[in-house]
């Protein structure tokens, strides 16, 4: 006997898209939730984001050594990560918090010195109209601002005003800043015990977003973290620390100022030589013999160690154009202070390497690193 279909499958089709439509209701339901959830969190961690972020990098970078430590005190993560974090206060923040500080003061008692009319430029020696080309005009604009400074600086009284609130500012900060750097070696210190967990779960996230393509996005970007953080800022740090320390020695003028600009010009891959030849010559004119050869034999190293020191720290060649990493310098600066200045290019850095990997998969920047290099893993190599 023939059944008739409808009556074995009595769901009518108003059934069907009603159900349908109920579903769609529940997704959207869902993701509104979840959306709300994430934007109440970003609201609640939106004023401590870059000391986290800061944190986390620092927590990347430093990683390999934590394990180190910990492997030769046997095993115990809590000393390890306690003294490593003792470490980073001392030997990072405590010198570039005297670097920052002297480099406010230089700035306030230039800023001083213009004020009062105080500031004057020595007259240009004849030697510079032999300067092809350009030594005449170059000459008359020196002898002009050398004789009437006040003068000069009055027709540019309004950018000079506008640009030193903004200096100003930035300098009445830096107090703020080396405190939420404080904050961020304590943190990463905090974070050392959990890496494993986090990289796993970096991983997983990766992983369900991506697959394998996503964890290769995140081993590239624990790679570039660490290139940067240790061949571009430790380096950076070091050459200005150097730097400050040797100036001081031999009482140049603002040695926290230069010191300032070499972190700067080390940080965007231009180099201390902008800086410290002059300093150089400055100390033939100014100082007895012994002296200046001294402290050029003491300044001679600190334009070359970066040479040295970045084929060992780096563990992947730098493939970051400079370009990249001076408009993290910048901006970062600008954005967020004293923590932005190592933090932008870091950032940048990452997302460039990011964005090539995304464009280029089958070349040779852009490929996954190997599975030694896993985040739960590379942290120890």
Request: charged residues 15%; neutral net charge; proline residues 6%.
């Amino acid at each position: 006997m023939d059944v008739d279909p409808s009556r074995v499958n009595p769901v009518s089709d108003d059934m069907v898209g009603r159900s349908s439509v109920e579903a769609k209701i529940t997704e959207i339901a869902r993701i509104g939730i979840i959306g709300l959830f994430a934007y109440w969190s970003l609201t609640l961690i939106a004023p401590f984001a870059v000391i986290l972020v800061w944190a986390a990098i620092l927590c990347v970078a430093l990683y390999p050594a934590y394990s180190a430590i910990s492997a030769m005190l046997g095993d115990w993560p809590r000393l390890a990560a306690g003294l490593i974090t003792m470490v980073c206060l001392v030997i990072i923040v405590g010198p570039l918090a005297a670097i920052a500080l002297s480099f406010a003061e230089g700035v306030q008692a230039l800023l001083a010195r213009l004020d009062d009319g105080a500031l004057q430029l020595p007259v240009p020696p004849e030697s510079v109209r032999n300067w092809p080309l350009v030594g005449e005009r170059i000459h008359a604009a020196w002898s002009m601002t050398a004789g009437n400074l006040e003068t000069v600086l009055r027709q540019f009284e309004p950018s000079l005003l506008h640009a030193g609130s903004k200096v100003l500012g930035k300098i009445a900060s830096l107090g703020v800043d080396l405190l939420g750097f404080v904050i961020s070696v304590l943190v990463a210190g905090l974070l050392f015990r959990s890496g494993e967990r986090l990289a796993e779960m970096a991983e997983g996230f990766a992983s369900r977003m991506g697959g394998d393509r996503g964890i290769g996005f995140v081993r590239l970007a624990a790679a570039t973290i660490r290139n940067v953080a240790r061949g571009v800022i430790g380096v950076a740090l070091l050459q200005a620390f150097l730097c400050a320390l040797v100036l001081s020695l031999f009482d140049v003028p603002a040695p926290g100022a230069i010191a300032f600009v070499v972190l700067i010009l080390c940080i965007v891959q231009i180099g201390p030589a902008l800086v410290l030849l002059p300093v150089m010559t400055w100390a033939w004119l100014e100082m007895d013999f012994g002296r200046a050869i001294l402290l050029t034999l003491l300044l001679i190293p600190l334009l070359i160690i970066d040479n040295v020191m970045k084929p060992i720290l780096v563990a992947r060649g730098l493939s970051t154009p400079t370009l990249v990493i001076l408009l993290g310098v910048l901006g970062g600066t600008l954005s967020y202070g004293l923590i932005g200045l190592f933090l932008g290019p870091i950032i940048l850095s990452v997302f460039y390497d990011l964005v090539m990997m995304w464009m280029h998969p089958d070349s040779a920047a852009g490929k996954p690193l190997p599975e030694s290099s896993r985040l739960s893993s590379v942290t120890r190599n």
